[in-house]
C-alpha cells in the first residue's frame, strides 16, 4: 500500500506540485516546532518566576497567621498548578526528574534559608513535586507542584487546516502557470504538419516563455520556407522535363518501328507519369489554394465510384450515410482517387465506406490485397518509397500516389491513416474534422 503512495509521478506537474508542497510542509512544520518549543519555554520561565513569587509570599503570609486560621486561607492561596496542604502530605521518594529538579531549585532558591524545604516525588499521571516547610510554630505545611502543559487554543487546529488549504493551493495555482505554457508548447508542436498553416504562438508572459515563443515561431517559419523551397525545386525540375521528354517522344515515334521503339516509348511514358505525379506532389502541399464548399459526401463519393465502374474498374460502395461538409473537393477527389487506384491496382477491387463519429467523419478505401507489412505503414507515406514484390514501379506504382494523398489530406485539415484489414488486405482512411 505504501509503495503504491510513494510512486513519483510521470508529470511535470505532479513531480514539481509534490516537490514544493513538500518543501513549503516541510518549512511549515519546523517553523511551527520552532514557535512551539519557544512558546513552551517562555511559558515555563513565566511559571518558574510566578511560582517562585507566588510561594514567597504564601509561605510568608501562613507563618505569620495564627494556626487556627492558616486552613481558611489555603483555597485562596490555591493555583492551577500547585497548592499548599497543612501537614506532611502524601509518601513520596526523593529521586527526582530533571524537570522536578529545576522546579525545586527554584523553590528553594526563594525560601531558603529562612525557610528549610526538602523535596521529594509522589507516583501517578503525571508525577506530582512535594515540598515540605517548617513554618516558624514548628507546624508542617506541604507544596504541591502538579506541573502541566499550557492547553492548546480550539482555534488552531482549524486555522492549521486552513493554512494547510491555502498552501496546497498557492502551490498548485504556481505549479499551474509554470507548466501551461510547456503544455501549449507540446499542442503548438504537435499541430506543426507540412503543408498545414501554422498558427502563430503567443509571444505574452515571462521573458523566458515568450523567448521560447519566438524561437517556436522561427522554427515554424524556417520549416515552411525550407518546404516551400523544396516545392518549388521539385517543381521546376518536373515541369522542365516535361520538355525534353515531348521532344524525344516526337523523335521516337518518327523513328523506326519495331520492338526498341516500344521499349523506348514505354520508358518515356514511366518518366512522364513520374513527372506529372511530382508536379502533383509539389503542388498537393499547397491545397488550400482551392476555395472550400458545401460538399454531400454520399453523392460525392457515389460519384467516384459510378466513374470508376463506367472504366470497367470493380468499386463497390453501398449504404452510405447522409453526410454534408465543407471541404475542397477537388484535393478530396484526389485523394480518393489515389487511394483507389492504389486498392485496383493491388487487389483488381476497391470498396467505398463512411463513417460519423463523435462529429469527426473517416471516408475509407478498403481492399483484399496483399496489405503493407505493419513497420512500413509509415514508410509509404513518405515521397518515392516503393516496397519490394507486388508494389514496385514495375506495377506502375511512382511512390508517390500515397504521398500525394497525406500532403492534401494534410492540407485540407484531415489525416491519412493506413491499417492493415483482419483477414488480409488494407485500409486507408481519411479522418476530416
Known amino acids: 500500500m505504501m509503495a503504491s503512495l510513494l510512486v513519483w509521478p510521470g508529470s511535470l506537474r505532479g513531480r514539481l506540485f509534490l516537490i514544493l508542497l513538500a518543501g513549503l510542509l516541510s518549512a511549515q512544520l519546523l517553523s511551527f516546532a520552532v514557535t512551539r518549543a519557544e512558546r513552551d519555554q517562555t511559558a515555563r520561565a513565566v511559571m518558574l518566576t510566578t511560582l517562585q513569587r507566588d510561594v514567597v509570599v504564601a509561605v510568608a503570609l501562613l507563618d505569620r497567621l495564627p494556626a487556627a486560621e492558616r486552613s481558611e486561607w489555603l483555597p485562596l492561596l490555591e493555583r492551577p498548578t500547585y497548592r499548599f496542604a497543612l501537614g506532611s502530605g502524601s509518601p513520596g521518594t526523593a529521586a527526582l526528574s530533571s524537570r ?7 523553590i528553594r532558591a526563594a525560601l531558603e534559608p529562612r525557610f528549610p524545604v526538602r523535596f521529594d516525588a509522589v507516583s501517578g499521571s503525571p508525577v506530582r513535586l512535594q515540598g515540605h516547610v517548617a513554618l516558624s510554630d514548628g507546624s508542617a505545611l506541604t507544596i504541591a507542584v502538579q506541573p502541566t502543559l499550557r492547553p492548546v487554543a480550539s482555534w488552531l487546529p482549524v486555522a492549521l487546516a486552513l493554512q494547510l488549504l491555502v498552501l496546497v493551493g498557492c502551490v498548485w495555482f504556481a505549479v499551474r ?63 522542365d522535363l516535361q520538355t525534353p521528354i515531348t521532344r524525344m517522344r516526337l523523335r521516337v515515334e518518327t523513328g523506326v518501328e519495331g520492338p526498341e521503339q516500344d521499349r523506348i516509348l514505354g520508358d518515356l511514358e ?30 460525392f463519393l457515389e460519384s467516384i465510384a459510378f466513374d470508376y465502374q463506367d472504366t470497367g474498374c470493380d468499386v463497390a460502395v453501398s449504404g452510405l450515410p447522409e453526410v454534408t461538409i465543407v471541404t475542397r473537393p477537388q484535393a478530396l477527389r484526389r485523394i480518393l482517387t489515389n487511394l483507389i487506384d492504389n486498392a485496383i491496382r493491388y487487389a483488381n477491387r476497391a470498396e467505398l465506406d463512411l463513417q460519423v463519429v463523435q462529429g469527426r467523419i473517416t471516408i475509407a478505401v478498403l481492399d483484399r490485397g496483399p496489405g503493407i507489412p505493419a513497420d512500413k505503414l509509415d514508410a509509404v507515406l513518405l515521397p518515392f518509397v516503393r516496397l519490394e514484390g507486388s508494389r514496385s514501379r514495375e506495377t506502375g506504382g511512382t511512390g508517390l500516389g500515397l504521398a500525394i494523398a497525406d500532403q492534401l489530406a494534410a492540407a485540407i485539415g484531415g489525416r491519412l491513416r493506413l491499417s492493415n484489414r483482419p483477414g488480409g488486405g488494407l485500409e486507408a482512411a481519411v479522418t476530416l474534422s
Open 100 to 106: 522536578l529538579t529545576m522546579i525545586a531549585d527554584e
Open 177 to 239: 502557470l509554470a507548466v501551461r505554457p510547456l503544455t501549449r508548447f507540446a499542442q503548438a508542436a504537435d499541430a506543426l504538419e507540412p503543408g498545414r498553416p501554422a498558427t502563430p504562438f503567443a509571444e505574452a508572459g515571462p521573458d523566458e516563455v515568450s523567448r521560447a515563443a519566438r524561437a517556436l515561431n522561427a522554427m515554424q517559419q524556417r520549416v515552411s520556407r525550407h518546404l516551400d523551397e523544396r516545392v518549388r525545386i521539385l517543381a521546376a525540375i518536373s515541369h
Open 270 to 299: 514511366a518518366i512522364e507519369t513520374l513527372v506529372r505525379e511530382g508536379i502533383a506532389y509539389a503542388r498537393s502541399v499547397h491545397g488550400d489554394v482551392e476555395p472550400p464548399t458545401r460538399l454531400d459526401l454520399r453523392a
